[in-house]
């Protein structure tokens, strides 16, 4: 079964165009000249359907539950303060109230109220793991053969170690993307390290620029193209060289905080911001991480991708917003203007990501039309730990397969009919994998 899967990729990956160069490979985004992705000919990449991906961006401790709301439909839908952010991408929004996940209720605050947010799963208390296999690796296991990477998993915030007062491992809190029900997929919380990764930056010359060792493939490859993939690889390049300075100076300072550790003989999980080699302003370090998502869904790398913003009891700080206390402090006033600031800057960051997909083309649609963002947070109440409904947005139409610029309202549902597994059972069909079960769910969320 392994080598089928071996083959299969290698099979798509060698029917690639790729820009080479020393000790790096670059994907190509959609381009209707040249063929990528497999296709062998422009009529071929314009008349077949282009890749579904599937994204989760992650908030923990609730949202402003008096400014997360949406009314009407299409243009007319109107946005409460918090969703201001997705003005221009309401059209391609959907507004989900009243979903829940019956396994982290009932069972104490924070780390059983996260740890299954994207499995449904009962956790289990005590020093041993036991959980499942969240939607985007199940998704990954199933169709993941299809890209380089099966799946990209990133955070803003390191994870953390030891027990929450409720018994559960604070793993649960630090990890929503888990591989099986005993192990949390390895979180990449260093965008140098994702950018390695996303362009296959290895050797000693890791430290160089990408584009610099493959530009004279990519000249050779422009004067192959048309007129307007000349353009679209432009942009493309200009985009990553964009981000690749961020990088440059990021992969300095992670540099210099790793050696101060190692003479301390110190782990960098155990340092704060930024001695611990992260980015010191958190804007940054999101923005960063949801370009790579971009990046990597533009020129398929992989289709299915999760961002932990924040992890569960964070302890990030929003200066920029002049907001006082720490994320998790902060959120036991969630009535206050400070957590309306936080709501709606976490909203923001899925409007960023969203609109750089959207401005990425494919034929007569982007990369967002034929996505699936899907932003979550594990309570609807930071004061009273209240997970008996969840925060939820879905962007994207899944090239069709999902109608969008709709207010979806299940609170009064009835519990078998609000199921969040039902909601993943729907989307995982619509990308391509039928399960007739997942987590607490036999069903699809009825009217998605």
């Not at 911001?273 to 949801?290: F, Q």
């Not at 289709?303 to 920029?320: K, V």
């Amino acid at each position: 079964m392994t080598n089928n899967v071996n083959n299969t990729r290698r099979d798509q990956l060698s029917r690639r165009t790729l820009l080479r160069g020393t000790g790096v490979t670059m994907a190509l985004p959609w381009l209707e000249s040249i063929p990528v992705w497999g296709l062998q000919s422009s009529a071929n990449a314009e008349s077949g359907p282009f890749p579904k991906r599937f994204a989760v961006l992650f908030m923990a401790c609730g949202v402003h539950p008096d400014h997360w709301w949406a009314k009407g439909a299409g243009f007319d839908m109107e946005l409460s303060k918090s969703l201001a952010p997705m003005e221009q991408l309401k059209t391609k929004m959907n507004v989900v109230s009243g979903l829940f996940n019956r396994n982290s209720t009932g069972v104490g605050i924070h780390p059983g109220q996260t740890g299954n947010i994207l499995s449904g799963a009962a956790l289990q208390k005590g020093a041993e793991l036991r959980g499942g296999i969240s939607v985007d690796q199940l998704l990954a296991n199933h169709l993941g053969q299809k890209t380089a990477q099966p799946s990209i998993v990133l955070g803003c915030e390191q994870p953390i170690t030891g027990y929450h007062e409720t018994n559960f491992s604070m793993a649960y809190s630090s990890h929503i993307s888990w591989q099986n029900a005993t192990s949390p997929v390895p979180m990449e919380v260093y965008p140098s390290l994702a950018f390695d990764s996303l362009f296959d930056n290895r050797g000693n010359r890791r430290n160089k620029s990408v584009l610099d060792r493959v530009k004279e493939h990519a000249a050779r490859l422009s004067r192959e193209a048309s007129a307007g993939d000349r353009t679209r690889l432009d942009e493309y390049l200009t985009s990553v060289r964009e981000v690749e300075k961020q990088i440059e100076r990021l992969r300095a300072d992670q540099d210099r905080a790793m050696d101060r550790l190692k003479a301390r003989g110190k782990s960098a999980t155990s340092m704060p911001r930024p001695d611990n080699g992260l980015p010191e302003d958190i804007r940054e370090h999101m923005r960063l991480m949801c370009d790579i998502i971009a990046l990597a869904f533009q020129t398929d790398k992989t289709r299915f991708a999760t961002l932990l913003l924040c992890r569960d009891i964070s302890g990030l700080f929003y200066p920029f917003l002049d907001v006082r206390n720490a994320h998790h402090s902060a959120s036991h006033n969630d009535r206050s203007d400070d957590w309306e600031l936080v709501s709606q800057y976490y909203c923001s960051q899925l409007a960023y990501l969203a609109s750089r997909l959207d401005a990425m083309p494919e034929a007569d649609s982007s990369v967002l039309d034929n996505s699936c963002l899907l932003f979550v947070n594990n309570m609807w109440s930071g004061s009273n730990h209240d997970s008996t409904k969840v925060p939820l947005l879905t962007v994207g139409g899944l090239g069709g397969q999902l109608k969008t610029g709709r207010v979806l309202d299940y609170t009064e549902a009835g519990d078998e009919n609000r199921k969040l597994c039902s909601l993943y059972l729907s989307l995982m069909d619509r990308i391509g994998l039928r399960l007739d079960s997942f987590g607490d769910a036999d069903s699809h969320l009825a009217n998605l």
